[in-house]
Each structure stands twice: as structure tokens, then as C-alpha cells.
């Protein structure tokens, strides 16, 4: 398969935005708050989420199709990944296949042999961090229908155990790994290129704001995906919103060295954004922003935060289906994250 362009790569995934709101008949938030205000807010979020649901069946079809043996996904901060891992699982099932999901984690070198930064901190994000010849050893062996043990990592202890988890794949099962490496081609250098199926996923919504003297303004994916992880590491780390602001920053850093330089590498493109998002995560991450005091260094960005989700009508969170992308970051769903 001919890889896209990385200009191809972005572009694919902002035409799939724009389908998506010109079917629904939303591209401003002004219409977005119209249909919430005449009471169609359960019939969009449903709408959204099964155009979402379609994409990820045509990519499961692709994979099954393809014999795909081992999937590897990859996107930035607070793209949904380990949901949207979860549900191609699911997809994939149901074309009769058995998806194996491969913690890319536990593939980290013992905390003594982890690479420093220039400030002398260990560097988890480089990928100089993993065992990139373990890895590439036991992907080998699985795809050769090797039984292996598979390793955990500890985070505690900072060292690789082995605690008995014994894998053996067949020709019907697949590899899901998902990890910010996972795109680069020297994390499975070892891999023939026809066993893996490369997915890059990252949220897009091409929303506009009427930005006054008849301009319009492009609502920021960017702030979407800081008010998820605000709201996600709230719920799940007990993070307050200057914890976030503080390390958003070294986030995007990574990002950009990272990930973003290997988006031309993916087989398929997937939008995780909801047209309807910025409501629902909106609501969640309101009270957050609010109890920023004014003292805060990082008063004056909660302060802008609050008047971009403002601009939103508040949804049901319980118009939320239980399997949605949303779930990751708002709670309350079926996969436990």
C-alpha cells in the first residue's frame, strides 16, 4: 500500500470533519447550539457517534481484509486511543477475528538503563526508553505462532517482570498496540511491513465562530484536546487544572518530536472528534477552570478557557453512549478508563 503524504495524512482527516458536519448540518457553534436549544441534543450525539462507529467498521474491514496481523496506533495527547483500541477490538470480533492487545509499556527498559534528558531527568518519552530488540523478538515469535511469555512492567519498582502471561496467537488472532512510538518505523523494524496495519487517530471538527466584521473563526482543536485531558486527569489522577497547564507544554514538545513526524507512515486516518464534544467536555471542565484562583500563574489561560467553553450549550452527559470516545474523558464508561 502506497503511504499518504503527510499533507494527504491531514487533509484526509479534515475532509472527514467537514463531511461530517455537513451531514449533520452543523458547521458553527451557533447552529451546534440551535439544534441543543430546540431539543435534537440526543439525536445528534447519536448521529455523531454512529458516523464515528462507521469509520472504525470500514477500518476493522480493511485490517481483516488486508490479513493484517499486527496494528499499531498511534496520535496525540488526549486523541482517544485506548478507547478507540478497545472498540476496533470489538469490530474486529465481530468479523471474526481475535484481537490480542500488546501493552507497548511494558516494553520499557529497566528504569537504570533509561536515557536522561539535557536537564538530567529520565526521558520516558524517547524512544531510546524501550527494549526495541525484546519487542521486535517476541512480535517476531508471535507472528511465527512461537508461544512467548509476555513482560510487565513495573512503574514501582522501575524494572521488566515476568508473572506468567503466556501468549500464543493463531492465524485468525491480531496484535493491537497502541503507544506515541508505535508509527515509527524503528519500534517494529524488525516486522515484515505486510503483517502491520498503521492507524494514526487524533481529533479534528472544522467548527467556526462568527469572529465579528463578518469573519469566521475556526473553532481551536488544540483547546478541545487540552479540556480533555484536564477533565480525564481530574477524574482519574486527581489533577487540578494548574497540574495540566503546567505540563502541556512538555505534552506538545513530545508530540511534535514524536509523533507528528511519523503521520505519513499510517495505512488509515481516524477522526476522533465529535462535533458535539465541545458541549459535554465543556460542562465537565467548567467548574474545574472556575476554581483556578486569581493569584494562579495560569489564571489569565483558565480565564480564556472558560470564556471558549462558554460559548457552548451544556449537553446530557447521559446522551453519552457507554462505548463512545467521549467516556474516556467524561467517565461512566463500559470500558473502565
Known amino acids: 500500500m502506497v503511504k499518504k503524504s503527510l499533507d ?29 436549544d430546540s431539543g435534537r441534543g440526543m439525536e445528534l450525539v447519536l448521529v455523531c457517534e454512529v458516523m464515528q462507529s462507521n469509520s472504525i467498521y470500514e477500518i476493522a474491514r480493511r485490517i481483516a481484509a488486508e490479513k493484517r496481523r499486527i496494528i499499531l496506533i498511534s496520535g496525540p495527547s488526549s486523541a482517544g486511543k485506548t478507547t478507540f483500541s478497545h472498540r476496533l477490538g470489538i469490530q474486529l470480533m465481530a468479523l471474526g477475528l481475535s484481537p490480542h492487545a500488546i501493552a507497548a509499556d511494558n516494553y520499557f527498559v529497566n528504569r537504570e538503563d533509561n536515557p536522561k534528558d539535557e536537564n538530567g531527568n529520565y526521558d520516558f518519552e524517547c524512544i531510546e526508553a524501550m527494549d526495541l530488540e525484546k519487542l521486535n523478538t517476541d512480535m517476531c515469535k508471535l507472528l511465527s505462532g512461537e508461544r512467548i511469555e509476555l513482560p510487565v512492567f513495573n512503574f514501582r519498582t522501575g524494572k521488566r517482570e515476568y508473572r506468567g502471561n503466556h501468549l500464543q496467537i493463531a492465524d485468525s488472532d491480531v496484535l493491537i498496540m497502541e503507544g506515541i512510538h508505535s508509527l515509527n518505523p524503528a519500534m517494529t523494524y524488525a516486522l515484515d511491513e505486510a503483517d502491520k496495519y498503521k492507524i494514526y487517530i487524533s481529533p479534528l471538527n472544522q467548527l467556526y465562530v462568527d469572529g465579528g466584521d463578518e469573519q469566521q473563526v475556526k473553532v481551536s482543536t ?88 462558554d460559548m457552548f450549550r451544556d449537553i446530557d452527559l447521559e446522551y453519552i453512549p457507554a462505548d463512545s470516545i467521549l467516556r474516556e474523558f467524561v467517565g461512566g464508561g463500559c470500558f473502565d478508563i
Open 222 to 309: 488544540m483547546d478541545g484536546r487540552l479540556l480533555r485531558r484536564m477533565v480525564r486527569d481530574h477524574r482519574t489522577r486527581g489533577n487540578d487544572v494548574e497540574k495540566t497547564l503546567s505540563m502541556w507544554k512538555s505534552v506538545r514538545k513530545g508530540e511534535e518530536t514524536h509523533i507528528f513526524p511519523y503521520e505519513n507512515e499510517a495505512d488509515a486516518m481516524f477522526n476522533s472528534g465529535l462535533i458535539y464534544e465541545y458541549t459535554a467536555v465543556g460542562r465537565s471542565a467548567k467548574p474545574l477552570l472556575q476554581a483556578v484562583s486569581s493569584d494562579s500563574e495560569y489564571y489569565e489561560e483558565a480565564q480564556r478557557l472558560l470564556r471558549f467553553v
Open 8 to 36: 494527504k495524512g491531514v487533509s484526509s482527516l479534515k475532509e472527514t470533519s467537514k463531511e461530517w458536519a455537513r451531514k449533520v448540518g452543523i458547521d458553527s457553534v451557533e447552529k451546534l447550539n440551535a439544534m441543543i
